[in-house]
């Protein structure tokens, strides 16, 4: 059974830079694909970015791309998201989530195998 973790989270001006951090328990991190998911107010969860088992591959929301960098440190067992040109949209409870596939990560919010319980981002104008 593994848990996630996430930090980082904070009050930042737009423009401004934030890095999310999602620590994972468990010998088996390197098995499992990452992601990072936000929900906004009234809005629904939505996907983010995704990185491999290895970290060699990477995927992002079109609203995110240029702005945000995902990554991972499997010796570590954590797994990171550099946010840069913050905006006011951009404000929401960030979660990580890990499933053994890659395409489950890309593919949504459903079927992830674990969750983080989140950290708020609050981007102000």
């Known amino acids: 059974q593994a848990q996630l973790v996430e930090s980082g989270g904070g009050l930042v001006q737009a423009g401004g830079s934030l890095r999310l951090s999602c620590a994972a328990s468990g010998r088996t991190f390197s098995s499992y694909a990452m992601g990072w998911f936000r929900q906004a107010p009234g809005k629904e969860r939505e996907f983010v970015a995704a990185v491999s088992r290895t970290g060699g591959r990477t995927t992002y929301a079109d609203s995110v791309k240029g702005r945000f960098t995902i990554s991972r440190d499997n010796g570590k067992n954590t797994m990171y998201l550099q946010m840069n040109s913050l905006k006011p949209e951009d404000t929401a409870v960030y979660y990580c989530?890990?499933?053994?596939?890659?395409?489950?990560?890309?593919?949504?919010?459903?079927?992830?195998?674990?969750w983080g319980k989140g950290t708020l981002v609050t981007v102000s104008s």
């Open positions: 989530a890990a499933d053994l596939y890659y395409s489950t990560v890309v593919g949504g919010t459903d079927g992830m195998d674990y």
